[in-house]
């Protein structure tokens, strides 16, 4: 079964960068895409950025021009640079896999942003 590991989460003042990561491991797929969602204002999961197999991101308007999603060469490992952090980015991150029939979810990593 595939599991997914985030790192890369902590403190960081208001300005600052993470750089957050996920490894798959277990018995890997091919993925269709994979992406971060975060723990929003309302506690449901929201997507902070998604990449697909061809490389095609997406970003949610708030992090749009600070955020940067990619992937290493074997399509396990997803990364989030995270610029010009705010305190409103503070809150747990989660990675996320899917491929055409399952969907996967690491445990997430928390992220502070101080003021």
């Known amino acids: 079964q595939v599991q997914l590991v985030e790192s890369g989460g902590g403190w960081v003042q208001a300005g600052g960068s993470l750089r957050l990561s996920c490894a798959a491991s277990?018995?890997?797929?091919?993925?269709?895409?994979m992406g971060w969602y975060r723990q929003g204002p309302t506690k449901q999961r929201e997507l902070v950025a998604s990449?697909?197999?061809?490389?095609?991101?997406n970003y949610a308007d708030f992090v749009k021009g600070r955020f940067s999603i990619s992937r290493d060469n074997a399509e396990n490992t997803v990364y989030l640079q995270m610029n010009s952090l705010k305190p409103e980015d503070t809150t747990v991150y989660y990675c996320?896999?899917?491929?055409?029939?399952?969907?996967?979810w690491g445990r997430g990593t928390q992220v502070t942003v101080s003021s």
């Open positions: 990449i697909t197999n061809g490389g095609r991101t």
């Open positions: 277990g018995s890997i797929t091919n993925f269709n895409a």
């Open positions: 996320n896999a899917r491929d055409w029939l399952n969907n996967f």
